[in-house]
């Protein structure tokens, strides 16, 4: 369960990002979070990966209030909330496996236990032929699963995309899409920041609308209006 | 712990292949850390010695004073013996003349052109000599004082002690300036490494700066983050500590009978700096290892603290 509270967010003085924001996301949901560009929809992300601190309100995953986070507490929410971007953020010098890797060995993971499941996630993300590719080398979609695979290295119990279909032609967005339902259904959370309706049409999923820092609606199998 | 074992090995992984991808930088680097560190194992040295000359010096001060010619040696022996009842005087002992005499020849009785000089001499040219040791170094110049007074201006010819001790302050003075240079010298040097490494650490951490934002993202903790520069780091200083050790013990080897010969000659056993530095390699590369292990730490820990947030 992720809740969040009364939650604000100024960057400055002048105008805030968020406003009195207060949301209730039980584990295992699937949430699309839409609204005009400027609306606060990274932000919201942001703060649940403590890429940012909220200024006002809480914020509890599950029980741990990570309003106040400790510097050092940090990585360990990290792993437990996986996150992709519309640009990828891959390491160009390494091959798809050695990404996913990459993400592994940062949590201490033991090199057999990563050599074990790097290909099970590669698996999942139906790229396991491509494991020993370079970025350079593959399509938008599939650059975009490699950074799913890797988001998904510690088994985190929320996923984050914010516009994970942004750089992608519709055929590829919806195999992105797939790929998160599938997820979800593993039982991840997921919460997916987007400007596509068609996605959000087709998902059938709960919807939350931002308007310039509020929640505006939020609707059970909703569909993209703005 | 096995956890924490496979991070350390993975962090030590990462600090060499920073070192290799950098390796000009790091061996520029490790250059000057190992001539700070000969530097500072100088003076170390220096000091040592200084105070190993000093002390043989000081042994070596024999303040004499000579007689006149015509002192008949009952005299001698009571101004030996007022000499010696003071309580700052540990021996006096008297050498008269005909003992300087035979000394003399004994020293050079393979001489014979001395030989021939002597036996042309009608008179014995030495005189009686009074040797003072002091119970205190210090106490030589009250003493000297003592026999240049009135008192004993009859008896006394010359009293012989100024010449050591301006050999003294003059070896002093020479050392405190070797010293200083050295001090300058090392003072630079170090600076020097703190400003490569501090440079040579924040090019690293540009050029790691999309994985290190792509670590922060998959959750590394900071020790996963900066410990590869950190040990990079101290690595090169480990590195300098060996380079210099493997400079510093065969030149001291080298310089050692140079060093005797200046120093120590016409000892028994001549203080060797060479055995000191064996005997003593544990402090020797303990500083070293101190200091550059110090000088590593601080110029990292700087370097990340300004451009790893
Ligand atoms: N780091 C920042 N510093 C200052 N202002 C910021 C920062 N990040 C976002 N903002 C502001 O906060 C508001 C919300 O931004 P946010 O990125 O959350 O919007 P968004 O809904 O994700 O938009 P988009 O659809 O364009 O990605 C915007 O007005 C933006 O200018
Ligand atoms: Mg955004």
Redesign the interface.
């Given at each position: 369960m992720i809740s969040f509270s009364n939650v604000s967010k100024l960057y400055s003085e002048d105008g805030a990002a968020l406003r009195s924001v207060t949301l209730k996301i039980p584990t295992g949901d699937f949430v699309s979070i839409v609204g005009q560009s400027g609306a606060g929809k990274s932000t919201l992300l942001k703060l649940l990966s403590a890429e940012e601190r909220p200024s006002e309100g809480s914020i509890i995953i599950d029980g741990w209030d990570i309003t106040q986070i400790k510097?050092?507490q940090?990585?360990?929410?990290?792993?437990q909330v996986g996150?992709i971007f519309q640009d990828f953020?891959?390491?160009?010098k390494r091959t798809a496996f050695e990404n996913v890797a990459?993400?592994m060995?940062?949590?201490?993971?033991?090199?057999k236990e990563i050599r074990d499941s790097v290909p099970q996630i590669l698996k999942l993300v139906n790229l396991l032929e491509k494991a020993e590719m370079y970025p350079n080398e593959m399509s938008g979609g599939e650059r975009q699963r490699v950074s799913i695979a890797?988001?998904l290295?510690?088994k985190p119990q929320i996923l984050l995309a914010d516009e994970p279909t942004g750089n992608l032609d519709a055929l590829h967005s919806w195999d992105i899409v797939q790929l998160l339902i599938k997820i979800n259904k593993l039982g991840t959370t997921v919460l997916l920041a987007t400007h596509n309706d068609d996605v959000v049409n087709a998902l059938k999923k709960r919807v939350v609308t931002l308007s310039k820092g509020q929640v505006v609606s939020d609707q059970e199998a909703g569909t993209y209006k703005l | 712990m096995t956890m924490i074992k496979t991070s350390s090995w993975r962090i030590l992984r990462n600090a060499l292949q920073n070192f290799q991808r950098n390796i000009w930088l790091s061996l520029a680097t490790t250059i000057i850390m190992t001539l700070t560190l000969i530097m500072t194992s100088f003076l170390y040295f220096l000091n040592v010695l200084g105070s190993e000359v000093l002390n043989t010096i000081e042994e070596k001060v024999d303040l004499s004073a000579t007689f006149k010619d015509d002192i008949a040696e009952d005299q001698i022996s009571i101004i030996a013996e007022d000499i010696r009842s003071r309580a700052d005087v540990q021996e006096a002992r008297v050498v008269t003349s005909e003992q300087a005499l035979e000394d003399f020849r004994a020293r050079h009785a393979d001489d014979p052109f001395i030989e021939e000089s002597l036996r042309e001499l009608e008179k014995n040219p030495l005189p009686s000599t009074l040797f003072i040791i002091a119970a205190d170094p210090r106490q030589y110049q009250t003493i000297a004082s003592e026999l240049e007074t009135e008192r004993y201006e009859p008896f006394i010819e010359s009293v012989n002690f100024e010449n050591s001790r301006t050999v003294i302050e003059r070896l002093i003075a020479v050392m405190s300036g070797v010293r200083n240079i050295g001090l300058v010298t090392t003072v630079v040097l170090a600076s020097l490494v703190i400003m490569i490494m501090f440079n040579t650490i924040r090019l690293a951490i540009y050029s790691f700066r999309e994985e290190i934002d792509i670590m922060r993202l998959v959750g590394a903790s900071n020790w996963f983050i900066r410990g590869p520069f950190i040990i990079e780091a101290v690595m090169v200083a480990l590195l300098s500590v060996i380079v210099s050790t493997f400079v510093l013990y065969p030149v001291l080897e080298t310089i050692n009978p140079e060093v005797q010969r200046f120093f120590f000659s016409g000892q028994a056993e001549p203080f060797s700096i060479y055995s000191y530095a064996l005997s003593h390699w544990t402090t020797v590369i303990g500083l070293e290892a101190l200091l550059a292990v110090g000088l590593a730490v601080f110029s990292s820990l700087v370097a990340i603290r300004r451009y790893l947030r």
């Open positions: 510097k050092w940090v990585p360990y929410l990290r792993r996150v953020k891959l390491l160009p990459f993400a060995e940062v949590g201490g993971a033991k090199t890797r988001a290295a510690y | -």
